[in-house]
């Protein structure tokens, strides 16, 4: 089971295993569709308790929520522009709170006390299939914005301010999803590696610090990519002339 | 393997092993969390709440002075309705009375007019015939004085001055 040769008489290792479920020719890593599926539920059921009863006193969880929509507006806002902004704000939203939820669950919830057969349950987003889900949708959005808002004329876009920059712009199609999702990956596993290996190393108080530091660069990640995926529809959407 | 599998080891189950599951990490983490949060987040949502009850006060007090402001504005312009239309009748009484009048004096004037036209034309035309008379008294004279140094003599002389005198005794 570890990947160390001996064995720590207080914790282990799991790196690369996965509870694979079998679909189709597809193998699925069960494990992140539990948690995918807990941090869903969890985020919708927050949703539908703030929104149950709606007062014009925010109270609780609705000044939560509403809090929550002040803070995406203005993050879609000030990225997509006036114009367009409000088309994007439920992806943009989404995308931040699954994101935001995911890392603080994989970092919050005691996942280990729940054993699998094979595997651990942790972040969705210490996947790289989900991250380069997220990210490939994000490029789906920005072409569709661009396409949807400008027609053909989306293309203008490549030889914007001088047509040497065409190829620059394609290769950035591949770029923006590959950096994305790579980003949001290798920091939310760093940080589980670095809490597990400190965890495997020195059981108690050390890795508690690194804990809290794992907290910030989370939701500085969620907070990246929504702003990025926004930066990328605002971009797409934004008339030059 | 000191693991602790309460449960089937292969299958799911839990695994309440207290340095392995770092539990007593996250415990304090969360503990941590639980203590600073509520001060941070729910600083934030009670400013935020208060901001919007403050706005909303102010919404509902710019409402009720509005309204006020509306009602007094609309009792403005009744009155100010009502003003415009005694004005318009005067007007409309003034301009009838100011027309008639100008008729009036129109009438009058025209007739005056026409009067002291004709007037004019009379005395016009008895001047010209005095003068008429004036000058044909006055050619007949001169013919007389150039005619009557030839034809009078004493008989002639007595003659028209006995026949003036009978004339005179008619006349």
Known sequence: MGFMPFVFPFAELEVGQHLYWQLGNLRLHGQVFLTSWIVIGALLALVVVGTRKMERDPRGVQNLLEFLWDYIRDLARTQIGEKAYRDWMPFIGTLFLFIFVSNWGGALVPWRLIHLPSGELGAPTADINTTVALALLVSLS??????????????????????????????????????????????????????????????LVLPVPVMFLGLFTSAIQALIFATLAAYYIGEAVEEHH | MNSLFLFAADGFGLNLDLFETNVLNLAVVIFGLY??????????????REAILVDLNEAEERLSQASTALAEAKKGLEQAAKKADQIRSDCKARAEAIRLESEKRTVEEMARIKQGAAS??????????????????????????????????KKAQAKLVSQSIKTMGEA
């Open chain 1, 142 to 203: 920005y072409f569709y914005a661009g396409l949807s808002r400008k027609g053909l004329r989306y293309f203008e876009y490549y030889v914007h301010p001088t047509p040497i920059m065409l190829p620059f712009k394609i290769v950035e199609d591949f770029t923006k999803p590959l950096s994305l999702s790579f980003r949001l990956f290798g920091n939310i596993l760093a940080d589980e590696l670095v809490v597990a290996v400190l965890v495997f190393l020195v059981p």
């Open chain 2, 35 to 48: 203590k600073f949060l509520p001060n941070f987040l729910g600083g934030m949502l009670q400013r935020r």
């Open chain 2, 120 to 153: 004019d034309l009379n005395a016009e035309a008895s001047r010209v015939s005095n003068q008429l008379r004036l000058e044909a008294a006055r050619l007949a004279i001169e013919k007389a004085l150039a005619v009557m140094p030839a034809k009078l003599d």
